[in-house]
T-cell receptor, first 110, second 111 residues
Framework: KNEVEQSPQNLTAQEGEFITINCSYSVGISALHWLQQHPGGGIVSLFMLSSGKKKHGRLIATINIQEKHSSLHITASHPRDSAVYIC????????????FGKGTLLTVNP | DVKVTQSSRYLVKRTGEKVFLECVQDMDHENMFWYRQDPGLGLRLIYFSYDVKMKEKGDIPEGYSVSREKKERFSLILESASTNQTSMYLCASVSSNYGYTFGSGTRLTVV
């Protein structure tokens, strides 16, 4: 069983819809990351969280440490949001190694 | 802005060749990572380095080696390329507050 589970694996939405991607993890963590990868592209770090909530533009990330769960929300989705969204956790220590989820493929149709 | 540069975006090599993938960061970060990304398997850690000349194996180090002679450069070496090493290779650099910056990736095809 992967230590980091994402749901859903695939998500199709219409432009303007509110989107939620979920991430659950089974280990203690020092930080959780949300990453974005456009088709054929490199990976961009969206958020790094250790508690609470962060917002950047139309993107919001939340984390519940007690429940070992995080969500990534996209408000007013747009076709340019179509990408793979990856959740990754850092279990602590000084080596900064990440454990990755398998990713969620989001397609936003116009 | 933080920058991680991978030397090649696309690379085609022959089976048995020695392949060097270069990664350079301009942020004076101590920690650097090499991952490969394959469909259905996600990102897997090959090697990482936490300082000059220091390296540790990741989850899938077989068939690979690394070199970190200078802080800004972390090289991944395929000693004898094989077709099962066809993949997307991603380098990352990490700041002390856990901020990750990824390179744009090298898509390697071994024929």
């Amino acid at each position: 069983k992967n230590e980091v589970e994402q749901s859903p694996q695939n998500l199709t939405a219409q432009e303007g819809e509110f989107i939620t991607i979920n991430c659950s993890y089974s280990v203690g963590i020092s930080a959780l990351h949300w990453l974005q990868q456009h088709p054929g592209g490199g990976i961009v770090s969206l958020f790094m969280l250790s508690s609470g909530k962060k917002k950047h533009g139309r993107l919001i990330a939340t984390i519940n440490i007690q429940e070992k769960h995080s969500s990534l929300h996209i408000t007013a989705s747009h076709p340019r949001d179509s990408a793979v969204y990856i959740c990754a956790v850092n279990s602590g220590g000084s080596n900064y190694k990440l454990t990755f989820g398998k990713g969620t493929l989001l397609t936003v149709n116009p | 802005d933080v920058k991680v540069t991978q030397s090649s975006r696309y690379l085609v090599k022959r089976t048995g060749e020695k392949v060097f993938l270069e990664c350079v960061q301009d942020m004076d970060h101590e920690n650097m990572f090499w991952y490969r990304q394959d469909p259905g398997l996600g990102l897997r850690l090959i090697y990482f380095s936490y300082d000059v000349k220091m390296k540790e194996k990741g989850d899938i180090p077989e068939g690979y080696s690394v070199s970190r002679e200078k802080k800004e450069r972390f090289s991944l070496i395929l000693e004898s390329a094989s077709t099962n090493q066809t993949s997307m290779y991603l380098c990352a650099s990490v700041s002390s507050n856990y901020g990750y910056t990824f390179g744009s990736g090298t898509r390697l095809t071994v024929v």
